[in-house]
């Protein structure tokens, strides 16, 4: 494979903080690179190092050609696609990658909606906007935030088919096994290369942490055996000197050859303690064994207060329109204590919107959608642009007293969050450390039902991973919208699935409900496939019989015109299969 991206020594820092070391490395044309670390590493920064969006303090970053098309989705909750302009400029490519996204032809030809589509809409946008554009090489921070499964497999396939070379920045797991081959790890300003997909990469990673705790504790023990040697010696050096001073009679004294071989062994003794310690020092300094560094805990610490009850929340007949559209209508469905329900469907079905008419942000159209007055509801947004960024983590929060300033600061430890990260403004933080400030403003309430949309955007996989942990142990309600498959798979019995312009209580988790679509689907694949297969024996039929009649006969033309309307036919059916398999939830 040819390389498109060298990469020498190549450092970055910002201020007195260095993000950036060394790092030396090629991509080749065709690999597939997940880029992972702890949020605050510099993933962000390298990629826009690769993109020559900023320049390095030192090092280089050479592309091959030097006019390399690269295609660069920035890591935000806000896409800017200017629909007209690329409309113009590209066209049916654009409308292509939309309508395989799931995109509303309408949604990027009527400019004036623009300004209502969801983070999904507009991200759905940006990535067609990059696939139209052709790249050799991609540059994709957060890809799967805010998409849904529809648009993840989209992605999945569109990366797996894509010629170029790719570099993801991602905490999505299933996305990164799907599609890359190779990890990046930015740790301690280091990079770090595994070879596989990310699952491959934490076994590995493990692999390499216990190795090198087997070794330095063999080195360990090692040091503690020649110390323990050399202090042995060390002993029987000062009782030879102390014999070989030894004046206590005259008959000792009259014993020089006594004195003189006691002089003699403690000289040994000490060469031999001397030659001890250098080789020990030696060895340290070819192949001293660092201590493993421990890998940082992240824990939640969500509280519950204990609230008891049967139903908490109960819809009918509920229905959300818009002067122009109907997201939802006639939809009655139920939620119990302590149940965790996974809310789930494709962009722009009005999932964001339920939940802000449940917090009542957002005005019912028809029916009724009651909750209990009884329970106190926490509520994570996925935008963490809403935050003051001219606040600190600590102002933000809005503490009082010393006992609860001092838990929030533990909770920040425990996350990750280092202590002078907290009295700096939330403009120089990252977007997974917003979200983590926020998770700690929830952490610090009581409630008895947790709402969060889209909980694991910008977090990285070990916080997604804790996170994991401590809401299954959460006795508490739960109401989780995510497009990360293991997150929901992992927490969610129950569902929330709108489709269809309904909302309908699912009593399955999604592998099982993802399961029953499926059987759903197959008599309809199995004709589908039929279909191709007559089509399929027509087109060869045809061929066989064009092959051998003049081209110049009416014939000819008969058959051709029948060749091509058939070949149509199959394209279509091909394309109308495609689409049904990309439209599963």
Known sequence: MTTLIQVKQLSKSFGEREVLKDCSFQIRNGEKIGLVGWNGTGKTTLIKLLSGLIHADTGSVTTF?????????????????????????????????????GLDRNITTERTRYGTLSGGERLKLSLAKIWANQPQFLCLDEPTNHLDMRGVNWLVSEVA??????????????????????????????????????????KEKQRRIDQQAWDYEKQQRKINMIEKQVSKLKQWSDKAHRDAGKRDNPGERKQMGLREHERVKAKKKDNQVKSKMKRLALELSKNKMEKPKEEQKVQFDFEYS???????????????????????????????????????????????????????????????????ESIKIAYLSQDVDDMNDNQTALEYLNL??????????????????????????????????????????????????????????????????????????????????????????????????IENKRIKRVETG???????????????????LEKLAILETKITELLGKICIVNKESEEYAVLDRELVSVMGMKKMLKENGCAKSNNRL
Request: a negative charge; proline letters at 2%; charged letters at 30%.
């Open 306 to 372: 204990g609230k008891r009850g049967k139903r908490i929340l109960e819809a009918k007949g509920l229905t959300k329109s818009f002067t122009t559209h109907t997201l939802f209508e006639k939809s009655h469905f139920y939620v119990k204590h302590g149940e965790k329900i996974g809310l789930i469907g494709e962009n722009g079905v009005g999932k964001s919107t339920f939940i802000k008419m449940l917090m009542e942000e957002e005005e019912i159209t028809k029916g009724s959608l009651w909750k209990s």
């Open 510 to 528: 999604l592998g099982d409900f993802r399961g029953q679509k499926d059987k759903q689907l197959e008599p309809s694949r199995k004709e589908h």
């Open 400 to 497: 009082s007293g010393w006992e609860n300033t001092s838990r929030a600061r533990t909770i920040f430890a425990n996350m990750g969050m280092k202590e002078e990260k907290l009295n700096k403004p939330l403009s120089v933080t990252s977007l997974g450390e917003k979200t983590r400030v926020k998770l700690v403003h929830m952490i610090m309430q009581e409630y008895d039902v947790l709402i969060l949309d889209e909980p694991t955007n910008h977090l990285d996989l070990p916080s997604r991973e804790q996170l994991e942990n401590t809401l299954t142990s959460y006795m508490g309600t739960l109401i989780i919208i995510s497009h990360d498959r293991y997150f929901i798979e992992k927490l969610c019995d129950k569902l929330l699935v």
């Open 161 to 202: 088919n894509f010629d170029g070379a790719a570099i993801i920045i991602s905490h999505d797991r299933y996305f990164l096994d799907q599609t890359v081959t190779k990890i990046f790890e930015i740790e301690d300003s280091l990079l770090t290369i595994y070879e596989g997909n990310y699952t491959d990469f934490r």
């Open 65 to 101: 050609p030097s006019t390399l098309r690269i295609g660069y989705l920035p890591q935000s909750t806000e896409y800017e696609v200017h629909i007209e302009n690329e409309l113009y400029e590209h066209g049916e490519k654009l409308l292509h990658a939309t309508s395989a996204l």
